[in-house]
Each structure stands twice: as C-alpha cells, then as structure tokens.
C-alpha cells in the first residue's frame, strides 16, 4: 500500500483547507485508515481515524473543525479542515493498517505501518 498526500498550503486564521490521501495497492475495508499530524518538536499526534463499520473518531482539538471523509470507489481519504488555528499548523500524514479482520479503534501511531510522505499544512495568525 502507497500513500501520497496533498492539500497541504498556508492559510489565515479561521480559514479551511482540504487534504487527499490517495491510496494505491488497494485499501480494502479491512484496512484501518487515519490522519496524525506532527508540529516542528512534538510528537506525533492522532487527529481523526474511521473506526470500524465507519464511524469516524476525532482528537478533541480538532473535534467540530475537521472532517474525515473516504471515497472508496477512488481509494482516496479527505481531511476537510475548517476554522483553522495557528496550533493546527504541522506536517500532516494520512496513515494505513490492516486490521486482519479485527477493530479499528486504535489512535496509536506505532500500530500503523502504512504511511505517506505528508503534506505541510500553515495556519497564520
């Protein structure tokens, strides 16, 4: 499984970006899907995932704000992002699991071993 990012860009305070995750390999169903983020000197922190039967899961700081969405007949994950806050600045990464038939509730970076390269998401203020 390949995952490449884009959306990425700079934007005000308040404003929305959206972020594609296109999958290639196949992400089948079973594969658990989810956005981290990682700002310059912190680790990387979970934002949204779909957990299994694709109900969604979000970090409280972003809960309201963002949306996680797929298109599955295109293998493509989306991160909508609106009202956009300097702390939402960071690399973003969609990232991949399979979930061999299991759950999907993990927001454990280390459980994931499917990544992108990210995409650089700017918010001034």
């Known amino acids: 499984v390949q995952l490449v990012e884009s959306g990425g860009g700079s934007v005000q305070a308040g404003g929305s970006l959206r972020l594609s995750c296109a999958a290639s390999?196949?992400?089948?169903?079973?594969?658990?899907l989810a956005w981290f983020r990682q700002a310059p000197g912190k680790e990387r922190e979970w934002v949204a995932r779909?957990?299994?039967?694709?109900?969604?899961a979000y970090a409280d700081s972003v809960k309201g704000r963002f949306t996680i969405s797929k298109d599955s007949f295109k293998d493509i994950l989306y991160l909508e992002m609106n009202a956009l806050k300097p702390d939402d600045t960071a690399m973003y990464y969609c990232?991949?699991?399979?979930?061999?038939?299991?759950?999907?509730?993990?927001?454990?970076?280390?459980?994931?071993?499917?990544w992108g390269q990210g995409t650089q998401v700017t918010v001034s203020s």
């Open positions: 990232a991949a699991r399979d979930s061999g038939g299991g759950f999907c509730y993990s927001s454990d970076a280390r459980r994931f071993n499917y």
């Open positions: 779909f957990n299994s039967f694709g109900a969604t």
């Open positions: 390999g196949g992400t089948s169903n079973r594969y658990c």
